[in-house]
DNA sequence: TCCCAGGCTCTCT
DNA sequence: AGAGAGCATGGG
């Protein structure tokens, strides 16, 4: 992958990036904290505030406050935006299946993000049995509630912004039963119980039963924190889409040509499910 | 008014 | 162990 990073003042330029298409990569439910703009996208990419966007085939990413250390703001992006990885070399093996192929065709631009761990595990714990424009609300509201405010938008807050709001707080930001389970995650993440450095230590199995210790998590929530925030690519979360897709597209079982990496396969396949299946 | 949403827990067989 | 109701809330 020849790829070169310009570092101007704040802003990095990714150039002759392929096979990303930011709104696919946004919409896709994976994250909850992007918002459209003027010809182009804002929004948190971990602690750092920014505004992306392409200019032909380079890809423009500007942290919209002053930043120190250029070298860690690229780096942590590269990560942030999946920049590593080969798409076009997974995407050419995927394609092994017709199915696939053309779940792929249908949004080629899709990339698995890799969101801030914390963050990740309660989006997904509101996430449940939810929809996308709800959950976008109710974490929007959670950060401008507790978050640190940076230039004009707010961060989504951290385990310690979070230690002394009760459930009955939570419950005010609209997010019904699942106040609780909030609660319980912060406070195990807070205890030590639930510990990141941990769950990215562990195999997928382990990693997920590790997860389902908090309340109100089960392997669907956990599937998506450890694949949207721990690069765990075998792990294959299943909501009402998947199972539609696998029941509609895939009754022989899922093709051979995706083992190891089912999460990014999936991520195509749930974009076409929720655009071109039956409910 | 009813159905549904990037599900899970609890209860009843 | 497997099936099924119930769950907070808001949009269609």
Redesign the pocket.
């Not at 996430?127 to 959950?135: A, D, G, H, Q």
């Not at 609209?174 to 039963?177: E, L, S």
């Not at 979360?237 to 998947?242: A, E, N, R």
């Given at each position: 992958m020849n790829m070169k990073v310009i570092k101007e003042k704040n802003t990095l330029i990714f150039e002759n990036v392929q096979d990303y298409d930011l709104p696919s990569t946004f919409n896709?439910?994976?994250c909850f904290r992007w918002d459209a703009a003027a010809d182009g996208w804002q929004g948190f990419a971990g602690i750092y505030p920014c505004f992306i966007h392409f200019i032909e085939n380079d890809l423009y990413v500007q942290c919209l406050v002053p930043v120190e250390d250029m070298s860690g703001f690229a780096d942590y992006m590269v990560h942030y935006l999946s920049l590593d990885m080969d798409y076009a070399a997974l995407k050419r093996r995927f394609s092994a299946d017709r199915v696939m192929k053309s779940a792929i065709d249908y949004a080629p631009g899709i990339r698995v993000l890799n969101q801030p761990f914390f963050e990740t595990l309660l989006t997904?714990i509101i996430?449940?049995?939810?929809?996308?424009?709800?959950?976008k609300k109710i974490v929007d509201a959670m950060a401008a509630t507790y978050g640190t405010k940076v230039g004009d938008m707010y961060a989504f807050p951290t385990a310690e912004q979070l230690k002394d709001v009760t459930v009955e707080q939570y419950?005010e930001l609209?997010?019904?039963?699942r106040a609780k389970y909030i609660f319980d995650a912060v406070q195990k993440v807070l205890a030590g119980e639930i510990d990141e450095t941990t769950v990215k230590s562990l195999p997928y199995a382990d990693a997920q039963k590790y997860l389902?210790k908090i309340?109100?998590?089960?392997?669907?929530?956990?599937d998506?924190v450890l694949l949207f925030s721990c690069r765990q690519y075998e792990s294959f979360?299943?909501?009402?889409?998947?199972n539609r897709a696998l029941a509609q597209m895939f009754p022989q079982g899922l093709p051979e040509c995706i083992k190891g990496m089912e999460g990014i396969a999936?991520?195509y396949i749930?974009q076409y499910a929720?655009f071109n299946l039956e409910?």
């Open positions: 896709c439910g994976q997904f996430s449940r049995n939810n929809n996308i424009p709800r959950i419950s609209r997010m019904g039963f389902m309340k109100g998590v089960g392997p669907k929530v956990a998506c979360p299943k909501d009402v889409w998947i999936q991520q749930f929720r409910k």
